[in-house]
Structures are given as C-alpha cells and as structure tokens.
C-alpha cells in the first residue's frame, strides 16, 4: 500500500471553513490536521461500514481493497 500512495502526497489540507472542535477519539482539532499527511484523490477503494450516522460520518467503516475497475473520475463529481 506504501508503494501505492508515493506520489500522491499533497502538502495543502483539501478543507476550509472548518468548525473548530474538541480533540477526541474519534474526530481531530483543525490544528491538529495540520500535522496531517493528505494525498492527491488518484485511488479508488472499498470500504464496508455499518450505517451513515445522523452527523454524516460512518459507522465502523473498513477498508476492503483498491479498485482496479474503477476511476476517481466515475467516483467524485466534478466541482
């Protein structure tokens, strides 16, 4: 998977406008994700979860695979 993801590194942290809220388990600080690693949207994957939440995050999500039969392109719209 490391293989995979060289390249793709993008030094810009892809959101703005972010509420700023409490560090926890399940969720980071805006400064927080500025120590983050983002990539470039170039892979398609898999992932199972449970259900959407009613905030819009998902439950127990996992990833499964990359896609090989699929596009980003096919995957995210088009701004």
Not at 26 to 54: D, G, H, R, Y
Request: aromatic residues 8%; negative net charge; charged residues 35%.
């Amino acid at each position: 998977m490391a293989a995979k993801l060289e390249g793709l590194e993008d030094r810009h942290m892809p959101y703005v406008n972010l509420l700023e809220r409490k560090s926890t388990q399940w969720a980071l600080t805006l400064e927080e994700m500025k120590n983050c690693m983002w990539l470039k949207p170039k892979l398609a994957a898999q992932i199972e979860f449970v259900e959407w939440m009613s905030d819009g995050e998902l439950r127990h999500s996992r990833f499964v695979r990359l896609r090989q039969d699929k596009e980003v392109a096919d995957i995210i719209p088009e701004e």
